[in-house]
């Protein structure tokens, strides 16, 4: 029982960490067209705060990723990762039924 309450826990978790990813995406789209402005406030703080959230987990990928110039992959990457490891702790905490 305590395995499925940790798994769900870290999967609630991974769950955060995922839409963060989103909204960091989103977010520096809409400032690459130009739908919306780093000078606006709120999407500057909002965007501020993502990236301070995510950049601790994003370093080491980007740091192990080969350079491929302006796309940066290392989000899905992280996306992929944490769906493996929310998939073998979900297995793991069935399996000990």
Do not use: C, K
Not at 54 to 82: C, H, K, N, Q, Y
Not at 88 to 95: E, F, K, M, P, V
């Amino acid at each position: 029982m305590f395995f499925l309450t940790l798994s769900q826990i870290v999967g609630y978790l991974i769950s955060i960490i995922i839409i963060l990813v989103i909204v960091q995406f989103v977010i520096s789209l809409l400032v690459a067209f130009n739908v919306v402005s780093m000078h606006n406030h709120w999407v500057a703080a909002i965007y501020r705060a993502v990236n301070a959230l995510l950049e601790p987990i994003l370093r080491p990928i980007r740091r192990l990723m080969p350079d491929t110039g302006a796309i940066d992959f290392s989000p899905l990457v992280l996306i992929v990762l944490l769906n493996i490891v929310n998939i073998i702790l979900r297995n793991l905490a069935l399996s000990t039924f």
